[in-house]
């Protein structure tokens, strides 16, 4: 096993994520087996109780781990499965120490930072590694660790301890260090200054560690002399310094390193640069026709994000990402304008009458700035969620597009149970415990006294009960898909009848039928929810079905888009469907995009 490992220098933000992926990218493009670690030094288990306004959005992975958005990065960039173990933190290390001295597992020994912490770090590397993530059951050739936070922040020491020690465990030739680190322009001087580097370099080589590649981020491209400059002062060969400049789109970031050839630099420090061990050269095409495509898209297309969390758009990195990956898929310019929920609401029309006009004029299609289409995320707890309702009813009334995730469905059915059924006390019991009309409640086998890792994760199965509906055909009249999941509660089994009886239909249910899945109203251009989070398993040439189907709606693409996947059909039919059922599998040759924030939009 050969391992590369990425470490960030200066400041934080500087997108060791993307960087670690797209040496990913480059290195499974040379014919290897890539996996991924995301070392996060926090005391946290997990990221499942992070507040998205402080940590961005948790990733949820098929077996129920909830982790830093990071990994969502990588399954992307890389097209793998990961577990919850490719998420190292603090937390898990100490807990997994604790229990072992607790087992007794030490035999007496006084437990420490050094050697025990550091061990459990450096075992937990070398197990995880070897697990398959491509669907295979090959281990990996390569493993791209990320090391979370900056050079020098305390709580990473005891990672950066064990990481110095790994690299001696495994030898000469099986570790490769990429040092990602800042290359600032003082706008007064107007030159690019090496001096942040050369310290963060010199803290590195404190703590044990000798970068053997530097990347550096910048706004322009790097000047010779200042890649000589950098080599002289960090000892590092001119040829193994890689320049990360600022691109249109992040799908440049793989092309960008390959031009340079990070992957021979890489590749000769893993000694694997030689004949008969490197099947290849990078081949690229794809990404270099996604990224030149991106990059031509004119047409737009305009989707409200109705949220709670809409201040950081890391918020929301994977619905926005699935967003991308289908509207490139169709041609469409994708601009993505933030609602906060609360300032739909009434209050904010006399507390906030400038925000609250504002927002409604983003929602509202017939205002010049106005929606092709509504998107309400997942969240919780009850701020902003009357106003998530409003945009569900504005967008039913007006046959609006909408896709609703997680709460986004579950706020639809509310809505409908209000309006339509004219069952005024209708709410989820999530908001008000003590509801007279409870039609979203807490699932039974739900904790109420622990909030890590108790909701419904991972991967479940979903199964069509008609296989006319808009979704089945975008799935292409599959009789089930496996998506992830991540709540607390659902929607009131006891009243699906009545609501049926109304109107809104249930299409898709879990192994039990009793669990709802994902909700539509047949009379509605596009009015879809889905209790699962689809944007998980998006891909860059694999959209996600629902979010192709949300763009193609809102863009009038979308009977021609269900004629490709599913072909037309008639008339409604059950759809009989079971766990011995056969799965079918929808491939879309999309393309992927990433976003740049300007002012309440995000413009693609």
Not at 288 to 303: G, M, Q, Y
Request: aromatic letters at 6%; charged letters at 20%; hydrophobic letters at 40%.
């Amino acid at each position: 096993m050969k391992y590369v490992l990425v470490t960030g220098g200066v400041v934080s933000g500087l997108g060791k994520g993307v960087t670690a992926s797209s040496i990913g990218v480059l290195l499974k493009a040379c014919g290897l087996r890539v996996t991924s670690i995301k070392i996060d030094p926090y005391l946290n288990t997990d990221a499942g109780t992070m507040s998205p306004f402080e940590h961005g959005e948790v990733f949820v992975l098929d077996d129920g781990g909830e982790v830093d958005l990071d990994l969502g990065n990588y399954e992307r960039f890389l097209d793998i499965k990961l577990t919850r173990d490719n998420n190292i933190t603090t937390g898990k290390i100490y807990q997994a120490v604790i229990n072992k001295e607790r087992k007794g597992d030490y035999l007496g020994k006084t437990v420490q930072v050094v050697p025990h912490i550091t061990d459990e770090i450096q075992d937990w590397i070398e197990r995880v590694a070897m697990n398959p993530v491509d669907g295979t059951d090959k281990p990996a050739d390569v493993c791209v660790i990320e090391l979370g936070g900056t050079i020098g922040d305390i709580e990473s020491m005891p990672f950066i301890e064990a990481l110095g020690q790994f690299s001696y465990r495994v030898g000469p030739g099986n570790f490769c260090l990429v040092h990602v680190s800042l290359v600032p322009v003082l706008t007064v001087v107007g030159e690019q200054k090496t001096k942040p580097t050369q310290h963060s370099v010199r803290g590195l080589r404190g703590l044990g560690l000798m970068p053997d590649i530097l990347a550096c981020r910048s706004t322009q491209p790097l000047e010779e002399n200042v890649k000589l400059k950098l080599s002289q002062f960090c000892q590092v060969p001119v040829s193994n310094i890689v320049n990360l400049h600022d691109v249109t789109n992040i799908w440049h970031i793989p092309l960008l390193l390959r031009d340079q050839r990070a992957h021979e630099a890489i590749l000769k420090v893993l000694g694997l640069w030689c004949v008969g061990k490197v099947p290849q050269e990078p081949k690229l095409s794809e990404w270099t026709e996604r990224a030149s495509r991106f990059d031509k898209l004119k047409s737009p297309v305009r989707i409200a994000m109705v949220g709670k969390y809409t201040g950081i758009s890391d918020s929301y990195l994977s619905i926005l990402k699935a967003l991308l990956h289908a509207s490139v898929a169709l041609d469409r310019k994708l601009v993505v304008d933030w609602v906060p929920s609360c300032d739909l609401e009434d209050s904010a029309a006399v507390e906030t009458p400038d925000a609250y006009e504002k927002a409604w004029g983003l929602l509202k299609s017939s205002q010049p700035q106005g929606a092709n289409g509504v998107l309400v995320p997942g969240g919780f707890g009850d701020r902003g969620v009357q106003g998530k309702i409003l945009a569900a009813k504005h967008a039913r009334e007006n046959n609006v597009p909408y896709l609703g995730i997680c709460l986004g469905m579950q706020i639809a059915v509310i809505e409908y149970a209000r309006s339509v059924m004219k069952l005024r006390d209708a709410n989820s019991t999530e908001f008000d415990p003590a509801a007279k009309t409870p039609c979203v409640i807490f699932m039974p086998e739900g904790s109420k006294t622990h909030m890590g890792a108790t909701m419904r994760l991972g991967s479940r199965r979903t199964f069509f009960q008609v296989n006319n509906c808009k979704s089945a055909k975008l799935y292409a009249n599959a009789n089930y898909v496996d998506e992830r999941h991540r709540h607390r509660y659902e929607v009131n089994p006891d009243m699906v009848s009545e609501f049926e009886k109304a109107g809104l239909s249930f299409v898709g249910r879990d192994e039990s039928g009793r669990r709802m899945e994902i909700i539509e109203l047949p009379t509605h251009k596009f009015f879809v929810g889905t209790q699962f989070h689809p944007e998980f398993n998006s891909r860059p040439g694999k959209p996600s079905p629902l979010f192709l189907g949300l763009i193609a709606a809102s863009s009038g693409q979308l009977e021609h888009l269900l004629q490709r996947t599913s072909g037309a059909v008639s008339s409604p039919t059950r759809c009989i469907a079971g766990p011995g059922a056969p799965k079918t599998k929808l491939r879309m040759n999309g393309l992927v995009s990433t976003y740049f924030a300007n002012g309440s939009s995000i413009h693609i």
